[in-house]
T-cell receptor
């Protein structure tokens, strides 16, 4: 079956611009997670959705970052006024429930010039 | 504090030899432990997990991991390495405070030489 998909696969933007990163989870998975991964490091938790609501957004680094999941399926991570330090691979994962393993998408590589 | 350590940045193994990728953890309570693999330009793929039960857990692609409570370790193993096993391997433990967040190790690069 189809796995988690993320678009775009690569995004290059200029400092100060706004970007949106999209995640399509596995159908039927209620839990959705966003992570950020820098080179040579493990994923860093950003936000967790259970259904439509953000159950935990404690990992979002600041108020420039925001994520939505309006219908409990597709999620969009939004970054305002991007900074060079936002450059990383943004990973999305989904799972049938919180006690299950997480299935990851291929990631979106964001480069802020 | 809860943490996961992968003490080796890189592990080199000859094809056909057994491999071990080390992971130690520090959590309060009973840990839920995971191994994931990341191939270049691809997402993290789940390999195996330990929740409870047998200490030896078998997973995908012939990998297995042994949970050792006294040593707080969850080393990943494979009896005979393949060149195609070359990838980045991550150990993770579920954060018992949140019940869903994973605490990740920094990763170990596994290189299998023909």
């Amino acid at each position: 079956g189809a796995g988690v998909s993320q678009t775009p696969s690569n995004k290059v933007t200029e400092k100060g611009k706004y970007v949106e990163l999209r995640c399509d989870p596995i159908s039927g998975h209620t839990a959705l997670y966003w992570y950020r991964q820098s080179l040579g490091q493990g994923p860093e938790f950003l936000i967790y959705f259970q259904g439509t609501g953000a159950a935990d957004d404690s990992g979002l680094p600041n108020d420039r970052f925001f994520a939505v999941r309006p219908e409990g399926s597709v999620s969009t991570l939004k970054i305002q006024r991007t900074e060079r330090g936002d450059s990383a691979v943004y990973l999305c994962a989904s799972s049938p429930g919180v006690n299950n393993e997480q299935f990851f998408g291929p990631g979106t590589r964001l480069t802020v010039l | 504090a809860q943490s996961v350590a992968q003490p080796e940045d890189q592990v080199n193994v000859a094809e056909g030899n057994p491999l071990t990728v080390k992971c130690t953890y520090s959590v309060s309570g009973n840990p839920y432990l995971f191994w994931y693999v990341q191939y270049p330009n691809r997402g993290l793929q789940f390999l195996l997990k330990y929740i409870t039960g047998d200490n030896l857990v078998k997973g995908s692609y012939g990998f297995e991991a042994e949970f050792n409570k006294s040593q707080t370790s969850f080393h990943l193993k494979k009896p005979s390495a393949l060149v195609s096993d070359s990838a980045l391997y991550f150990c993770a433990v579920r954060d018992m405070r949140s019940n869903y967040q994973l605490i990740w190790g920094a990763g170990t690069k596994l290189i299998i030489k023909p």
